[in-house]
């Protein structure tokens, strides 16, 4: 099917975040759209899927005006799209997933539901047992599912949004086969990516945004990587995070932040069995490893909001295996959680009443004219968008993420961060590693979970791989490369860099 | 109590249960929508009375029942208006409406107390009503406790096997997913909420068109708040749910009885016991998800702590993941 | 460059009309809202009583007017607001920190019944000793009831409104118990409680009428601390951290847990508090009805007022003059006195559909 898009917009408040989009694609072809972090790509997928409503313009689908109103009408008209996220629902089963609303035409019945999923998974090669429960599904696999489940929807023209975010390699390659074979059999893929190489792989033409605006359509591929990286990032360029120097390694007498001894810690079916390991001061260390292997343990172990079922574990030397999070905030340690309106921060309450919560010293009455003199500070020296009474919830990722560090006592010596720079744009996330690495100079230990691999190289100092709940040793980062790290992510050659029980 | 007084009050504990089915399964339905109906209380009195009030105009039970379902469904319509298309919170209104509906009905129903009204006739059923034993205690009955029998697998095939029932689920559990699926989300759980109320609407004229056959003030105050304890007791599962409800009948009719077998424990104890049962069952259910409960029992001697951590993790069953909370469109 | 003189205009030419919108919009909003809650609630109320067969401009006559005809009215409409104060205040605690108290009935009634206990055993201490002794108790039953919820909603993860009611249907048994059991008049036991106080227990009041002036004032201070804590002090701020978001509040360094159980324990010290203004100071005896309904009230009026604790003095009174007003209405009319429930509850109702609305706008 063919996709005509004329001048298409779609404003939230006073951001234009698509603007005059005209675009087409081919029925047949794998198209690529291009963009840094908030380029206005997924904006532009959700308008296709009738996820989102456009302000004006309109879309053709073969030549004909489409609706594109809401989801029924772009899934009617043959549009359907795999969210970055996936869209299922975790309480239910993969079948029950695949058969969930589904048009009864595609599938009659729930009998019939399987057999397809059966035989869709043996067509693509995918791994998707229908009776599995969808919480023990990998995001690749979910994403196997949604991209099944569209299919037999009868869908012909397929979008997908970061689709290879949080899975193997593995599955990037079965993937990648999969959408080649659905062009062949004359489907239209859309493949919005924030990564040149897989686009470079797999797509016939190339289309690039750029704060909501074309600055490339349908470019044929390949293309000189340079230009491609121009036009996404304007006359700057691309920004190749430079690598970091070496934190200057501490004297060996000093006390680690944190040493672990034989440390089992437990959630729910997933453990970390087993863990010995020390934390010296002043060094950034990276957590890497697929969704859900074990990071978010540590890191929550670590900040004393989790506590092991077995093991010794000393912060400073003292030994705070059943202490309170109290303890270790009293210490100095302090978390920051991925995501920043679940329990990072308290969306409704302002910049200045957050200082006021975290201060230390305080009476029993509040000195409002004092913190917001603070928050005027920190706004200041964090560069935060934001005046001392705006509540939190309303400034942007960015703008957030640089609040919670601003939070963050002048005491800390040890700092979890999990996914420091995620769905944050270039800019925004080197604001925050600098932050983040000026900390580390003045002593501080910060251990930090990322999904991105350029992040995690350029940034820590040592790095643990987590895979199926097993931890490498701390590996020194200078001598890691990002192909290695996808091996040991995957499992490959683990075992010599698993740190030996004991 | 001899063989024949056992089977009577089996038959009564599943009679006296019928009203509390119909409401919980109305209130499953409209949970498993991921809308909270706390208006249940009041909205069952209220419409106990009108089931009544039209009853004895009309001299018709049908239309007493149709009434009856016509008020619980425009309670939900009013709940449906403020918290889905408002998006406030549904606690607020659900309780608001509980107390506006319990005074609606004291002040509309004050020229109908202890008057004489209509009833759902009796109607066992030939032939099984003679079987022994189920005889007794399953067919001499009337059409409305059947009724409440056939209710229960039916709502669980609807919920469990069918098609709609499972995007009804989803509505319950992910809404932005069926929203991304071209479900229409919010018509969808209008409509099962106004399903729901209907059933507890049923439910309320279940008590003054058959078990108790009259109105008075507040006579049935405080069930309504029972039967929505006994869905989360339920697990939002139409068979455990169900009984929950007649484990609580059968608690009620012990009540009655022990007054007389036991004359020296004063009667507010028996009155009180049901809720503090409630309570106790609810603490019971939510325990699985306990930190300081688990680490309790795993203290206790091998042989006992294994057999207590399984019953407790089957009867702790999570809620639908997004109950209660209005559905935004992207 | 051009544009730029223009755009740095702008601001100049600003101020008047931001300024008059700035007021004019708050005052259009406030129009629509009144709007919405005074038509809406008239509208329905009326209809209910036109379907009862009432005037209804009589009705509202009486209702309106009732609470306001004689001292002795205006007497009830204060011993009524003085404990539906306490009980709106503690409520705004509570609803500060995310829960909905709704276990504040039973707390009412144990407050009532511990308040009770020193005025029984000890009737021969001076009586100011005995009231500063039944007060205390009443505060300290409301509050070890009011933890009993956050035992259950902390500790073992059951629903405060379940949690709740469950408590308050409990303390009614217990306080049926006691009146018909070990309190019960010599003679005969009845529904109309226990045997009256003797006189000298009562809390004075003035000449002829029965306003106890020490009740309205117990409750003004109440607020007054309620008011200065959630919205001077550093524990209010973090009990509305706590509510708004637990999670995160722990994480910044709250003792968010401690702050819910101190809000609930705050909220039922002074519905006990209220309790024991109950037998003090009106019905001089532990009655089944000793609550009479006012902690729900307590609940509209907070549900009404959003948690502002500004307003909550005079919803109270109008509430509370709504309740005194319609008590004539059988004897007069010949209709049920529940509609002052009705019009209550229809006022809170509207309350919300009209924030919902603005909240749309």
Not at chain 2, 152 to 157: F, I, K, R
Request: aromatic share 6%.
């Amino acid at each position: 099917m063919d996709v005509q898009i004329r001048n298409l917009t779609k404003t939230f408040g006073s951001l234009r975040a698509n603007d005059a989009i005209s675009l087409s694609f081919a029925a047949g072809n794998i198209h690529g759209i291009l963009g840094e972090n908030g380029a206005g790509k997924s904006t532009l997928m959700k308008l296709l899927a009738g996820f989102l409503q456009r302000d004006s313009g309109e879309v053709l689908l073969d030549g004909q005006p489409a609706s594109l109103h809401n989801p029924a009408a772009s899934l009617a008209a043959g549009v359907g799209m795999v969210h970055q996220d996936p869209m299922d629902v975790p309480a239910f089963s993969a079948l029950e997933n695949f058969f969930c609303a589904s048009p009864r035409s595609a599938l009659p019945s729930l009998a019939v539901a399987r057999q397809r999923l059966t035989q869709l998974n043996q067509q693509f090669g995918f791994t998707v047992a229908p009776d599995q429960p969808l919480a023990r599904l990998t995001v690749g696999q979910r994403q196997q599912l949604e991209i099944m489940r569209l299919l037999a929807c009868g869908v012909k023209v397929l979008i997908l949004d970061e689709p290879t975010t949080g899975i193997t390699a593995a599955q990037k390659t079965a993937l990648f086969a999969a959408l080649r074979r659905l062009t062949a059999q004359g489907e239209t893929v859309l493949f919005v990516s924030h990564k040149l190489d897989e686009v470079a792989d797999l797509c016939q033409t190339v289309s690039i945004l750029r704060s909501g605006r074309v600055v490339g359509a349908q470019l044929p591929m390949p293309q000189p990587q340079a230009e491609l990286l121009k036009l996404m990032f304007g006359q700057a360029g691309a920004p190749a995070p430079p690598r970091q120097a070496a934190a200057p390694p501490a004297p060996a007498s000093a006390v680690p932040v944190w040493q672990l001894h034989q440390i089992t810690v437990r959630e729910g079916a997933l453990s970390v069995p087993n863990l010995t390991l020390s934390l010296p001061r002043g060094c950034v260390v990276g957590l890497c490893g697929l969704d859900g292997s074990g990071q978010q343990l540590l890191l929550r172990l670590l900040a004393g909001r989790l506590h092991p079922e077995r093991g010794r574990l000393l912060l400073h030397g003292t030994d705070v295996t059943r202490a309170p999070y109290r303890a270790f905030r009293a210490a100095g340690v302090e978390y920051l959680p991925a995501d920043r309106m679940h329990d990072g921060v308290i969306g409704a309450m302002t910049l200045t009443e957050h200082l006021l919560l975290t201060s230390e010293q305080h009476g029993l009455i509040i000195n409002r004219a004092d913190a917001r003199t603070q928050a005027e500070t920190a706004i200041a020296a964090y560069n935060i968008k934001a005046t001392p009474d705006t509540p939190l919830v309303s400034l942007s990722g960015g703008n957030q993420q640089r609040a919670m560090l601003a939070l963050l006592s002048a005491e800390c010596t040890g700092l979890l961060f999990d996914q420091p720079t995620r769905s944050l744009d270039v800019v925004s996330a080197r604001a925050i590693w600098q932050r983040l690495l000026h900390r580390r100079a003045a002593g501080t230990t910060i251990v930090f979970a990322s999904a991105d691999f350029d992040e995690l190289l350029a940034y820590s100092d040592l790095l643990l791989v987590f895979f199926a709940g097993r931890v490498s040793r701390l590996l020194p980062c200078p001598t890691m490369t990002a192909a290695r790290l996808a091996e040991l992510i995957g499992g490959v050659g683990f075992a010599e860099v698993a740190a030996h029980g004991g | 109590m001899d063989t024949q007084q056992i089977l009577i009050n089996l038959a009564a504990i599943l009679a006296g249960a019928a009203p509390l089915i119909f409401a919980t399964m109305g209130e499953t339905i409209t949970e498993r929508a991921g809308v909270v109906n706390l208006s249940l209380d009041g909205k069952m009195l209220l419409s106990a009375m009108t089931g009544f009030a039209v009853g004895v105009h009309t001299q018709n039970v049908l239309l007493g029942f149709v009434a009856a379902a016509g008020v619980g469904m425009l309670v939900a319509l009013v709940l449906c208006f403020v918290s889905l298309g408002l998006r406030l919170s549904q606690t607020a209104v659900g309780f608001v409406l509980a107390l506006l509906c319990t005074d609606l009905s004291s002040f509309l129903g004050n020229s109908y107390v202890r008057v004489p009204g209509v009833a759902v006739p009796a109607m066992p059923i030939p032939v099984l009503q003679d079987l022994p034993i189920l005889g007794k205690i399953l067919f001499q009955h009337d059409l409305l406790i059947y009724a409440s029998f056939l209710l229960v697998p039916l709502v669980w095939w609807f919920l469990f096997r069918t098609r709609a029932g499972l995007t009804l689920r989803a509505l319950g559990e992910r809404p932005t997913t069926a929203y991304a699926r071209g479900v229409p989300v919010l018509p969808l759980q209008l409509f099962y909420v106004l399903l729901g109320g209907a059933l507890v609407g049923i439910a309320g004229a279940a008590y003054t068109l058959d078990l108790k056959q009259g109105w008075s003030y507040r006579h049935i105050a405080g069930t309504g708040w029972i039967a929505l304890a006994i869905v989360i007791f339920g697990g939002w599962n139409p068979w455990r749910v169900a009984f929950g409800c007649y484990l609580f009948g059968a608690l009620q009719i012990f009540a009655t009885r022990s007054q007389n077998l036991l004359p020296n424990i004063p009667t507010q104890i028996f009155q009180v016991a049901p809720f503090a049962l409630m309570i106790l069952i609810l603490v019971l259910v939510n325990a699985g998800s306990n930190p300081t409960l688990q680490r309790w029992i795993e203290q206790l001697p091998a042989p006992l702590s294994k057999p207590v951590q399984q019953v407790l993790a089957r009867l702790n069953t999570a809620a639908p993941a997004a109950l209660g909370q209005p559905f935004r469109r992207p | 460059m051009a544009d730029k003189p223009t755009t740095e205009a702008v601001p100049e030419a600003l101020p008047a009309p931001a300024a008059l919108r700035a007021l004019a919009l708050p005052a259009a909003h406030l129009l629509t809202s009144a709007g919405i809650i005074i038509g809406g609630t008239l509208l329905f109320t009326t209809l209910v009583l036109l379907a009862s067969g009432t005037s209804p401009l009589e009705a509202y006559r009486l209702i309106l007017s009732g609470a306001f005809r004689n001292p002795r009215t205006i007497a009830d409409l204060i011993m009524l607001t003085a404990p539906l104060l306490l009980c709106s205040a503690g409520l705004t605690l509570t609803f500060s920190a995310g829960l909905y108290n709704l276990g504040i009935e039973g707390q009412i009634v144990i407050g009532a019944v511990l308040a009770m206990v020193p005025l029984r055993l000890l009737p021969d201490l001076p009586p100011p000793m005995l009231w500063l002794l039944a007060l205390s108790a009443g505060a300290i039953g409301g509050m070890l009831w009011a933890l009993l919820v956050g035992v259950l909603r902390l500790s073992t993860n059951v629903n405060e409104i379940f949690a709740g009611l469950g408590l308050n249907f409990i303390a009614i048994g217990i306080t049926l118990y006691l009146v018909f059991g070990p309190w019960k008049r010599p003679g005969v036991a009845s529904m109309s409680g226990t045997e009256p106080l003797p006189e000298a227990l009562w809390l004075p009041t003035l000449a002829g009428i029965r306003l106890a002036p020490l009740a309205p004032i117990i409750a003004l201070i109440g607020m007054g601390v309620v008011w200065f804590a959630l919205t001077r002090t550093h524990w209010g701020l973090e009990i509305r951290a706590a509510g708004l978001n637990l999670a995160a509040a722990e994480r910044l360094g709250v003792p968010a847990h401690a702050r819910l159980f101190q809000s609930l324990a705050g909220c039922g010290a002074l519905a006990g508090l209220a309790g024991a203004l109950q037998i003090l100071a009106v019905y001089h005896a532990l009655i089944p009805n000793i609550s009479s309904g006012i902690g729900f009230l307590a609940l509209l009026v907070v549900l009404l007022v959003r948690s502002n604790p500004v307003w909550v003095l005079p919803v109270a009174i109008l509430f509370a003059s709504f309740s005194i007003g319609s008590i004539q209405l059988p004897l007069q009319l010949g209709i049920d006195s529940s509609i002052a429930g009705v019009l209550q509850g229809t006022l809170v109702l509207f309350a919300l559909i009209a924030q919902g609305v603005r909240g749309r706008g």
